[in-house]
Nanobody, 117 residues
Framework: QLQASGGGLVQAGGSLRLSCVASGRTISNYQLGWFRQAPGKEREFVARITRSGSITFDAGSVKGRVTISRDNAKNTVYLQMNSLKPDDTAVYYC????????????WGRGTQVTVSS
C-alpha cells in the first residue's frame, strides 16, 4: 500500500515536498513514480526513479522544477517541487512497479496540490 502526503495550498513561486510511504512491501525492489491529474485532464507522468536511482522527468512543464528521490530505509519516495505555478494544481499520485517498463502495478491515494496565483 502506498500513501502520499504533503500536498496543500501554496502561492505561485512556492515549494512543496510530497512524500509517499509504502507499507507491506519494500520499495527497494521497485521503480517508483509520481503522476498528477488536473481537473478535467488525464493523468500525466511527472517523474520516476529506478531501483538503482536513475531519474526520468517529464520533458514538459515540470522539468527543472522538480526533484524525485527515494529513501529505501524509510520506505519513502519524495517529490520536491519548486517554483510552483497555478498549472501545477492537481492531485498527485505515487506509484510503483517491479519491472523497469510496463504497467504501474501499485498506486497510492493522491494528495491535492493547489497553487494560487
Amino acid at each position: 500500500q502506498l500513501q502520499a502526503s504533503g500536498g496543500g495550498l501554496v502561492q505561485a513561486g512556492g515549494s512543496l515536498r510530497l512524500s509517499c510511504v509504502a507499507s507491506g512491501r519494500t520499495i527497494s525492489n521497485y521503480q517508483l513514480g509520481w503522476f498528477r491529474q488536473a481537473p478535467g485532464k488525464e493523468r500525466e507522468f511527472v517523474a520516476r526513479i529506478t531501483r538503482s536511482g536513475s531519474i526520468t522527468f517529464d520533458a514538459g512543464s515540470v522539468k527543472g522544477r522538480v526533484t524525485i528521490s527515494r529513501d529505501n530505509a524509510k520506505n519513502t519516495v519524495y517529490l520536491q517541487m519548486n517554483s510552483l505555478k497555478p498549472d501545477d494544481t492537481a492531485v498527485y499520485y505515487c506509484a510503483a512497479r517491479a519491472a523497469d517498463y510496463g504497467a504501474w502495478a501499485f498506486w497510492g491515494r493522491g494528495t491535492q496540490v493547489t497553487v494560487s496565483s
